[in-house]
């Protein structure tokens, strides 16, 4: 990893001796258990840049973590007064994409339209014609401009991870985080680069940041193609100031955002704390709520692992005495949050054996929460966020995929996550959802297990009773799986498939393929068919849908009579077939001598799983 800083003095008030000692300055930092890191990281040749001397980059680069400040809270000044780092005005401006607004290219624009779509996942050239600059609008509720923060907040680092991204879209969030951020609490935006090949984000890019408006950042360059999650241990290891706070490099900041954000920490430094996010559209650049106006809402999961959402517990509200203070959250999405550099460090970064991404926000959630600390989502920290809407081409892997043998990376970090965090009793309800798991080699964990008894961690039970108690509501225990694997029909050889199909789509049935993915159902003991996280099921006109499951129930209505070989529906009283003509999906009278009626559970065993067994 090489780190390129950029300096332009504006004074010549420093000797000779001066430019010599900074010219060689070598930061040394704690080697990260990654492969990047050799253990030193050399800044680039520098001279002062704006107020900062020689002597505050060096006390910048061995900076102690900040001392907590318990019970100290932001002040509510009450309706109509302004807080100490509100701004004077809210919006202005009149061209494209102003105050969030929509903007749409002429006509003769659609085709360097569609190929920028192709190439980034959403409308550069919309972005490419809309201000670095632009206001946004003010999304939060208007309790928040009424709250004065602390005036000896933590310092910030901001840091960026990027493969590959749109010139203006990475600009405008360098740009929002610099106009929109008190630069007393600013120390530096850390840009990591994660091996991108797009020729303006090389010699381009780095003489874009010579400019004196982008002093307080700093660029990164992976050696190699890393991935998110240890592109993003490699920019906390660079980063200088107190505090990390990790934005994706495709958001632009909201009025005062920077201070509610930093303040949960600067009361409790083991605090980890997510702003709320806006949504910025793909395709035409406006800004606006994903959240309903007035809600709160807060992260947990399914036993799958995959992130959901649920409306704030009354419990939780009730320790509140305003309804925009931060509240407590199991978990988060991942993308955006801050956290002390320090207190990242002593729970060991990212785990580094994670590969890619995934999985590391429950990774982070689960060991602050168990380990001493807390999680909150902080209602007046706005950030807008672009969600890709098309395919790009620009998003491969690359390289980096032919690392893992077409192990599935994703599924790889949740056994590993799981294997470390949860307790027996859980770590079945995670195999319950998610069978090919018990396949896959997660890698050596006994650093993780070794991190969590010498912090003397609390059991995932007590996670699951204090903090995430509200899983259970909308995803109960699991009853263990009767049957799992291919559903193959006799008659045909054809395996039941949803085809990677979202509710409120139909099922059908195509060639066994014994990779899984589309393929795999599981029948549970009380008689619910799932594929994933959705359900399987039947009306009396022969559709047979995939369905969102029954929130907070685990039973159903099917049965699989082995001896029959027949997906029986016990409301219905009718079988699951196959019809002899059209191989559609049909419910009929059960016929124990007709094979279109019969089916077989077949166990799979991937490619990769496979591959392993040969070795």
Known sequence: MRVVQFRRSRVMKFSLLG???????????????????????????????????????VQAAVRQAHVSHTGVKPDFLGQGVKGNYEPGAYSGGSGPGENGQAYHLKEDQKREEQKLKGVYGFNQLVSDEISLNRTVPDTREEECRYWDYPADLPTASVILVFHNEGWSTLLRTVHSIINRSPPQFLHEVVLVDDKSELEHLHERLEQQLQKPYYAKVKLVRNQEREGLIRARNNGAVAATGEVVVF???HCEVAYNWLPPLLAPIYEDRTTL????????????????????????????FEWGMLYKEGTLPAKEAAKSSHHSE???????????????????????WYDSGLWVWGAENFELSFKVWMCGGRSVWVPCSRVS???RGHSCSSCHSGSLANKFAGVPTTLRNYKR??????DEEYKEYFYTREPLARLIDMGDISEQLKLKEEKNCKSFDWFMKEVAYDVFDKYPRLPPNKHWGELKNSATGQCLDTFGRHPPEKAGASGCHGHGGAQMFRLN??????????????????????????MGRTDGPWVFKTDEQQMYHTSHKRCLALHPESSKLIMRECDHSNSYHKWEWQPITPHWARNKQKQ
């Open 385 to 387: 966020h672009v969600y």
């Open 525 to 550: 003991t009380e008689g619910q068919l799932t594929s994933g996280e959705w359900c399987i099921k039947a009306d009396k006109n022969d559709v047979i849908s995939i369905s969102r499951c029954d």
């Open 19 to 57: 430019l010599l000692c900074l010219a060689c300055l070598v930061v040394t930092v704690r080697q990260y258990k990654g492969d990047t890191w050799a253990g030193l990281v050399r800044l680039g040749s520098s001279t002062s840049r704006g107020e900062e001397s020689g002597h505050e980059q």
């Open 273 to 300: 704390s997510v702003p709320v996010i806006d949504g910025i559209n793909w395709d035409d650049f406006s800004i606006k709520p994903v959240y309903a106006k007035g809600s709160h809402s807060r992260g947990i």
């Open 326 to 348: 931060p509240y407590n959250a199991p978990t988060h999405a991942g993308g955006l949050f801050a956290i002390d550099r320090t207190w990242f460090e002593e729970l060991g």
């Open 247 to 249: 934005l994706d490099a």
């Open 417 to 422: 996550v799981i294997e470390t965090w949860f």
